[in-house]
């Protein structure tokens, strides 16, 4: 039995991205996502198996992918979070949820050397994401979503699973 991963969720949001014409190569993913092609060929047989992807063309299935964003992320990958930090806004305090929100004196931030903010560290989904996210700020504002349900107040939750439903349009 495979059980998904963190880095798993990462490649899959990343080729829900990706036109159908256009998806990535192992190779490209693992440039882009700070991965090793290894990695992300076990990303993408793990997803096939969890229903996430479709085998052969690798296509995401939208719907399953939402329904586990909202009722799995947060228990499958809990949000752990540490100290003051410099790092990358992330959940309600980076975009598309920073307009709505307030962003107090401590934002969560991924930690990151980069960084612009300075915030609770936010732990990300993979310690690539960062990095990768600052490469693709179509990805960055999907992880950011993410992190919003994995370990936002209800309010963030919900415009979080509002703004995933319209962008996977599933």
């Known amino acids: 039995m495979e059980v998904l991963k963190p880095q798993d ?6 080729l829900s991205l990706a036109a159908r014409a256009a998806r990535p190569t192992f190779l490209e993913l693992a440039s ?8 992300v060929h076990a990303a993408v047989s793990r997803a096939i198996a969890s229903n996430l992807l479709s085998s052969g063309e690798r296509a995401v299935n ?6 586990f964003l909202v009722h799995g992320a947060k228990y499958a990958f809990p949000a752990a979070v ?11 305090a980076a975009p598309p949820l920073s307009s709505q929100f307030s962003v107090g004196e401590l934002p969560p931030v991924w930690p990151h050397p980069e960084g612009t ?12 994401v960062p990095d990768a996210a ?3 700020p179509q ?8 992190d ?16 995933l439903t319209k962008r996977l349009g599933a």
Do not use: C, D, W
């Open 62 to 67: 939208r719907s399953n992918l939402l329904e």
């Open 139 to 146: 990805l960055y504002e999907l992880l950011a979503l993410v």
């Open 82 to 92: 540490s100290g003051v930090t410099r790092g990358i806004p992330t959940s309600y």
């Open 148 to 163: 919003a349900v994995r370990g936002g107040r209800a309010r963030e939750r919900a415009l979080a699973v509002k703004e």
């Open 9 to 14: 969720l990462v490649v899959v949001l990343r």
């Open 32 to 39: 882009e996502l700070g991965m090793s092609a290894s990695e």
């Open 134 to 136: 600052l490469k693709n």
């Open 117 to 128: 903010a300075r915030g609770e560290g936010f732990e990300p989904l993979y310690r690539s």
